[in-house]
T-cell receptor, first 114, second 111 residues
Framework: DTEVTQTPKHLVMGMTNKKSLKCEQH?????MYWYKQKAKKPPELMFV???????INESVPSRFSPECPNSSLLNLHLHALQPEDSALYLC?????????????FGPGTRLTVL | AQSVSQHNHHVILSEAASLELGCNYS??????LFWYVQYPGQHLQLLLK??????LVKGIKGFEAEFIKSKFSFNLRKPSVQWSDTAEYFC?????????FGKGTMLLVSP
């Protein structure tokens, strides 16, 4: 199984809502990532988890809160988002964070903030 | 810090034409190099990767790329494109613990 799954596929939320994005992989990978991708732009790294611990936070606003409950799951909790946060949110995983590692990407959650 | 530069933002080709997309990177150490493709409405897929060894790597769907260390380049090639190759192509480099993407090249293949 070389698949990263993400739910939901689409999410529409108001600026006062609280919602969560979920990501799952069963490849035994120990590194997981959240990226944000705006239309016609490359993915931008948000967070990196290594062995279930947050190792990189790319100065992401606190309205985005990541969580790694176990080695297979990665969540992104959303609260008080702004319309400019509307984007495709991608999850990825790899065997490790350093060395020759390929990142496997999920299909993404397309988020619209009203 | 590492960076990636893709030469062309938009490329338009006719079917059966040959393709070469340029990619240059900046990093002082050992790098791992990737080309990803994103078809319209779909997620990122890995086309090919270079970690070490033979600098000419072959990927899926007839794509290949050549790593030229002296030029810090990793150009993507395909001898004959198809309409179904219409997509966004991203070059990416991993020199440490993070993956840095280029801005992408939108390829449009006309039938």
């Amino acid at each position: 199984d070389t698949e990263v799954t993400q739910t939901p596929k689409h999410l529409v939320m108001g600026m006062t809502n609280k919602k969560s994005l979920k990501c799952e992989q069963h490849m035994g990978h120990r590194a997981m990532y959240w990226y944000k991708q705006k239309a016609k732009k490359p993915p931008e790294l948000m967070f990196v988890y290594s062995y279930e611990k947050l190792s990189i936070n790319e100065s992401v606003p606190s309205r985005f809160s990541p969580e790694c409950p176990n080695s297979s799951l990665l969540n992104l909790h959303l609260h008080a988002l702004q319309p400019e946060d509307s984007a495709l949110y991608l999850c990825a995983s790899s065997q490790g964070v350093s060395g020759p590692n390929e990142q496997f990407f999920g299909p993404g959650t397309r988020l619209t903030v009203l | 810090a590492q960076s990636v530069s893709q030469h062309n933002h938009h490329v338009i080709l006719s079917e059966a034409a040959s393709l070469e997309l340029g990619c240059n990177y900046s990093y002082g150490g050992t790098v791992n190099l990737f080309w990803y493709v994103q078809y319209p409405g779909q997620h990122l897929q890995l086309l090919l990767k270079y970690f070490s060894g033979d600098p000419l790597v072959k990927g899926i769907k007839g794509f290949e790329a050549e790593f030229i260390k002296s030029k810090f380049s990793f150009n993507l090639r395909k001898p004959s494109v198809q309409w179904s190759d219409t997509a966004e192509y991203f070059c990416a480099v991993n020199g440490g613990s993070t993956l840095t993407f280029g801005k992408g090249t939108m390829l449009l293949v006309s039938p």
